[in-house]
């Protein structure tokens, strides 16, 4: 529940009072009782633990700074709150309206209790303790769904992760933990911290780089979040940010407002609404939108400490902004509110932070000599490692102490980074000649010099070469690398596409590059050496290196565009769809992808904003062009530079890292794949989206994943928190206001309408919910009626409603038990609530069907899938897809085809048009087998591939969906299918081993049907006709099936002429001559001038002879245009050993006739050779190969039909005289 007002929820709250009231109507009843029973007390201090959980609950919300401001997002958290706490107050209200236990208080002035109150009275402290434990438990898990629901999609929204800033703050400082205490006692920290006066409130903690500022900062975090801890809860916010310069995610305004809003978030329950709502709301969110969220956000309580750290290493002008922020919005919203907000800024005076907040209070570290004693105590800690490692006496310990202390200059760095190179000196020799006066450093960029000599000048080549690769490639990244990327950069060779693992180096990073570096453990994998993220130890060396020339920026930036630019171009990533990769997989080869794929364009942004090196800028321009026509969809012809080319060059390159993640996956599955422990790590679970920060980190587990990329997906949410559309979310806000007039719409001032019944004049249950009748359909419910039940055209009340397009009927009949999936079905009716949401495009109602019960089955998945391509509804379709993920669908995928057969059948024999449209079969297929297709949808899986070859033998020869779908009718399946098959599938013979072509004219539905016509055509333009002469098992030509079927002229002529030889014998020696079911397919026939009109089939017959002698049911029309064609047939013998003429065959006929519904079409036959033109020709023939008793029977025949002209005939003929 969401109140659209704070009046509105005020109201309520004095509704939730009168609850409370009620429920404590009956206590005063029982006053003498409690004050004699202990059970009774304890009930009394149940329901004063009630209320004041009640009232604790209210205060929190009232308690706030501008508590109007944030109701509307504090309701729904207090709404949680209480409805277990009134719920419990109402049932221990029904526990004491107990009749006997009234009447006990009754009597309670007259007699001692009986065993039955004193039972009762147990059995109530036990039902309370019991209420008590069910009503927290289950408050307690809802809250906790709740919130990891909200604050998944607010990470994913914000793209903050468990924050880097955590891991930061967790992290150990190589300093001693005692260190920057003295901060605390420091009076110009004091004031900050705990003065209110407008004038401390902003407070800026300088220093050199190096000095400890960061370690400073935290150990002030840590501080605050402990006071934090131990004060009233819900009275103050604590938030930081640390800018870091080599990291793109970390250096502005933007990122520092996204991490901070999520640390508030995480705080307070009502700010995770407030920013809920207000971000699932948006498609982008813009700067502006994060300032006005994230002030709203601090503001909210009474107290709220901000501190950001490394301003300096913000980039360009985000220190600017983030600043101006701070000073100029949040301290006047703040102070508006009358929220107490203190600021600490922690960075270097390097010309515009000292500027800026020059008229605030300062700490400068160098001044402080609380600080040097810090620094003085690290160093004597780091002494004491360094005189053990080396036997030092206790005076040269002492000298070493000094000698670091005095030099630093209040620079924590420069004491590490020279007692770190100290420590790793091999001799002690070498460690004091170290300290000499001509060598030891006297600032920080000589003690980076002393490193470099040691790591650089007196080291092999080898390793000289390994060092500069590594600093250049850190330092250039846009990101830190982990140590497999830096592995796999000395392996790949993007212009031979190959992976070589053996240049992998065998040291450690940290042991290589020394203290120029830093190396982290990995969050998900800690204590993996392949996913340490490895930086430079500070912004000091990097610049240190770039200005003495030991790393070229310029072409390192320009060596890393060049090598993206050919490593996404190469074919093995470009061509992973359609060609096989396994060994390009297990080699590594794929191992950089994540990083290339995501930051190849900064690299050439980078070259490009150069005025160096015209001639390697055209190299990289090139690489660049190459890339862009590999990737793009424009694949010929000038590619012009333009927004819409970059990003259709990211969705491509997006496509097909998709595409090879898939087939790495696959991949792992086989047991030996110890290479990917060294170049691919640990599984991680990666957003595809390239420009998610989850892209290269992944989580841990799919179904995180998943929670992730539906924000991506379906990123606009219900702000009503207890609907399912504020989980599931939208993927558009016209679908989220769709939803919202469905299930949200007030009826306020609308005109009010009354039931008028059904035609019977009966209002039910069904009526009511057909009509929408909301408050009807709960009344029946509560009188008992069957929400399951059925009215007379054998509908149930939720398909009406459904069919209707009433939502929230709807949602009253499902939260109610009723499973929109599993419904009463009768053959007399195909109508159901799904087919009625997805007819009727109800597709709000149909989410909400996909969201209740425990979801659907393979075999019901597939049932809709066909449902959804059957009624050509796209959006239904994809709404039945994306439930699952497609690697979630290989289940499905077998059950599928069949039911579009199935529903096919059903379709046809309701005499409803059959679709030859195959669109929406591949739309499915594609979501299911991404990897078989291209960025523009087109299939493209090639017959070798081994994913092809799996589902192509499951598909056409263990399921045989081809030669079915053919049969019945099916054709936007068989056309989908001939889409996807090569040659060795579509020519499969199953079953009882027809072709293809004959399945699908022994499926032909009668009359002139566009669809049959079409898929007649398909047919026969594969492989150039090659369809229409491939026989059976019988050896029957698609021509001998069109003629013995029933089959249109269209049809039929389109076959006959794709036939190569007409005269084709079968088996048994027929030809398609001796198939015609009629006389119109005998016509056609007969258009060929080159049919052998006396063809013989096996027992030497001409198709004329052969209708006689093989059917009760002879054709006279047949008989006809054959005779017509050439009269000679009407009395040629047979080429058989009794050289039978058609009139033998006939009078055979005419003796066996055994079926009645033919005894008017033989006799008709036989007439026909006997007045035909060539009646006498027929009778000679006959008279040659007969007996006397034959030729009686044909003149017996003659005289009972009175065919005067062929007695004559036969007279003439002395045809069987008399």
Not at 792 to 806: D, N, Q, V, W, Y
Not at 871 to 879: F, G, P, T, V
Not at 1116 to 1135: G, H, I, K, Q, S
């Amino acid at each position: 529940m969401i109140a659209t007002s704070w009046t509105d929820s005020v109201r309520k709250l004095i509704d939730a009072y009168e609850e409370i009231a009620e429920a404590l109507d009956n206590l005063a009843f029982f006053h003498n009782l409690i004050r004699s029973r202990d059970h009774l007390k304890l009930v009394l201090e149940d329901y004063f633990s009630d209320i004041l959980r009640f009232h604790r609950c209210v205060l929190g919300v009232f308690s706030r700074p501008e508590w109007k401001r944030f109701f509307e997002w504090a309701w729904g958290s207090f709404r949680r709150e209480v409805k277990p706490i009134l719920k419990s107050l109402k049932r221990k209200q029904a526990l004491l309206s107990d009749d006997k236990l009234q009447s006990h208080a009754i009597l309670k002035e007259v007699q001692d209790s009986d065993q039955y109150t004193k039972d009762q009275f147990s059995n109530l402290h036990t039902s309370l303790a019991d209420i008590r434990s069910t009503l927290a438990s289950e408050r307690l898990q809802s809250k906790i769904l709740q919130a990891h629901e909200m604050k998944t999609y607010l990470e994913s929204r914000l793209d903050v992760s468990k924050s880097q800033t955590d891991l930061q703050l967790e992290s150990r400082d190589p300093v001693d933990e005692n260190s920057g205490i003295w901060i605390f006692s420091n009076p110009i920290f004091k004031c900050w911290e705990g003065e209110k006066s407008a004038e401390n409130r902003v407070l800026f903690l300088n220093g050199s780089p190096g000095s400890g500022k960061s370690t400073l900062a935290k150990t002030i975090i840590r501080h605050q979040k402990k006071k934090e801890a131990s004060a009233a809860p819900r009275r103050s916010f604590l938030a930081y940010f640390f800018f870091k310069h080599n990291a793109t995610d970390r250096r502005t305004a933007r990122s520092m407002l996204q991490h901070v809003i999520m640390q508030l978030v995480n705080a307070d329950e009502t700010i995770m609404r407030l920013a809920h709502e207000r971000l699932s709301t948006k498609e982008v969110t813009e700067l502006a939108d994060l300032k006005e969220l994230a002030s709203d956000c601090f503001t909210a309580r009474p107290n709220a400490t901000l501190v950001l750290d490394g301003l300096d290493e913000a980039m360009g002008n985000e220190q600017e902004i983030s600043i101006k922020w701070c000073l100029d919005k949040l301290l006047p919203a703040a102070a508006t509110c009358g929220c107490h907000l203190k600021i600490l800024i922690c960075g270097q005076r390097d010309g515009r932070l000292d500027c800026i907040l020059s008229s605030y209070p300062q700490i400068r570290l160098d001044l402080v000599d609380a600080h040097q004693k810090d620094i003085e105590q690290f160093t004597k800690d780091q002494a004491a490692n360094i005189g053990a490692r080396f036997r030092l006496a206790r005076q040269e310990e002492e000298n070493l102490i000094s000698k670091v202390s005095n030099a630093s200059q209040g620079m924590f760095l420069y004491a590490r980074v020279v007692l770190d190179n100290l420590a790793a000196m091999d001799s002690k020799r070498d460690y004091k000649d170290e300290l000499e006066n001509d060598t030891f450093p006297k600032d920080l960029d000589q003690a980076y010099d002393r490193i470099a000599q040691r790591i650089l000048q007196n080291n092999r080549s080898s390793r000289y070469t390994s060092v500069k690769r590594i600093l250049g490639w850190i330092v250039c990244a846009a990101r830190p690398l982990r140590w497999r990327e830096i592995q796999s950069r000395f392996c790949i060779d993007a212009d031979k596409q190959i992976c070589d693992i053996e240049n992998a180096r065998l040291d450690s990073c940290k042991a290589i590059c020394s203290s120029f570096v830093d190396v982290t453990e990995c969050d998900l994998f800690p204590n993996i050496e392949s996913e340490q993220v490895v930086s430079m130890v500070h912004e000091t060396a990097t610049k240190y290196l770039v200005l003495n020339g030991t790393v070229n920026l310029l072409q390192e930036h320009i060596d890393m565009a060049l090598f993206c630019c050919r490593y996404l171009s190469s074919h093995s990533f470009t061509m992973s769809r359609s060609q096989n990769i396994t060994d390009e997989i297990c080699s590594g080869y794929f191992s950089f992808l994540d990083y290339a794929a995501a930051h190849y364009a900064l690299h050439i942004e980078k070259v490009e904003a150069s005025t160096d090196s015209a001639l390697t800028l055209e190299a990289v321009k090139q690489a660049a062009a190459d890339l862009a026509k590999a990737n793009c969809r424009q694949t010929s012809g000038q590619i012009e530079e333009s927004d819409e080319t970059t990003q259709d060059g990211n969705l491509a390159i997006q496509d097909n890292v998709l595409v090879v993640r898939s087939l790495i996956g696959l991949q792992r599955k086989n047991p030996e794949t110890a290479i990917f422990d060294a170049t691919e790590g640990p599984i991680r679970h990666k957003c595809h989206r390239i420009q998610c920060s989850k892209f290269a980190t992944g989580y841990s587990n799919e179904a995180a994943l998943n929670e992730h990329l539906a924000v991506h997906d379906r990123p606009f949410r219900c702000p009503h928190s207890d609907c399912f559309a504020s989980t599931i979310g939208y993927a558009s806000q016209k679908r989220l206001e769709s939803h919202n007039e469905t299930f949200h719409h007030t009826t306020t001032g609308a005109k009010a309408t009354f039931p008028t019944g059904s035609k019977t004049g009966e209002w039910n249950l069904y009526e009511a919910c057909k009509a929408g009748a909301l408050d009807e359909v709960k009344r029946f419910h509560r009188e008992g009626a069957d929400l399951n039940g059925t009215d007379a055209k054998i509908i149930t009340p939720l398909c009406a409603a459904a069919e209707a397009g009433h939502g929230p009927v709807c949602k009253y009949l499902v939260d109610n038990g009723i499973d929109p999936f599993r419904y009463k079905s009768d053959q007399r009716s195909s109508r159901n609530p799904i087919t009625g949401v997805i007819n009727g495009s109800h597709l709000e109602i149909l989410e909400l069907f996909l969201h209740s019960g425990n979801g659907l089955s393979n075999s019901e998945l597939a049932e809709n899938i066909a449902r959804a391509i059957h009624a050509d509804r796209s959006a239904a379709l994809n709404m039945f897809l994306t439930i699952r993920q497609p690697i979630k669908h290989a289940d499905v995928i077998k059950l599928v085809p069949g039911e579009i057969i199935s529903q096919t059948v059903r379709k046809l024999a309701r005499r409803d048009s059959h679709s030859i449209d195959a669109t929406l079969i591949h739309v499915w297929f594609q979501y299911v087998k991404p990897e078989f297709y291209n960025e523009k949808g087109v299939f493209i899986a090639h017959s070798d591939c081994a994913e092809y070859k799996i589902w192509g033998d499951i598909i056409f020869r263990q399921l045989d969906f081809f030669h079915r779908a053919l049969r019945k009718g099916c054709y936007s399946l068989a056309t989908f299918l001939m889409d996807i098959g090569n040659d060795e599938y579509l020519q499969i013979k199953i079953g009882y081993e027809e072709t293809p072509l004959q399945c699908c004219i022994r499926g032909l539905c009668g009359g002139d049907c566009s669809s049959c016509m079409s898929m007649v055509r398909r047919l026969l333009q594969y492989n150039s006709g090659k369809f229409a002469n491939i026989t059976n098992v019988n050896g029957r030509l698609p021509a001998h099936t069109a003629m013995s079927r029933a089959a249109s002229q269209a049809v039929l002529r389109a076959v006959l002429d794709s036939t190569e030889d007409i005269n084709h014998k079968c088996n048994a020696g027929q030809s398609p001559l001796h198939e015609p079911i009629s006389g119109d397919s005998l016509r056609v026939l007969l258009e060929n001038k080159a049919v052998d009109l006396f063809s013989r089939n096996s027992k030497g017959q001409t198709a004329f002879s052969a209708l006689y002698d093989e059917s009760y049911a002879v054709n006279v029309d047949v008989l006809e245009y054959l005779f017509e064609a050439d009269p000679r047939l009407a009395w040629t013998p047979d080429e058989s050993k009794e050289g039978l003429t058609p009139l033998h065959h006939a009078m055979k006929l005419l003796e066996g006739r055994n079926f009645f519904f033919h005894r008017e079409r033989i006799p008709t036959a036989v007439k026909f050779l006997l007045t035909c033109s060539e009646a006498r020709r027929v009778l000679m023939a006959y008279e040659a190969r007969s007996t006397d008793a034959d030729r009686k029977k044909v003149r017996d025949f003659a005289r009972k039909e009175m065919l005067q002209e062929a007695l004559d005939i036969m007279d003439s003929l002395r045809f069987n005289p008399i």
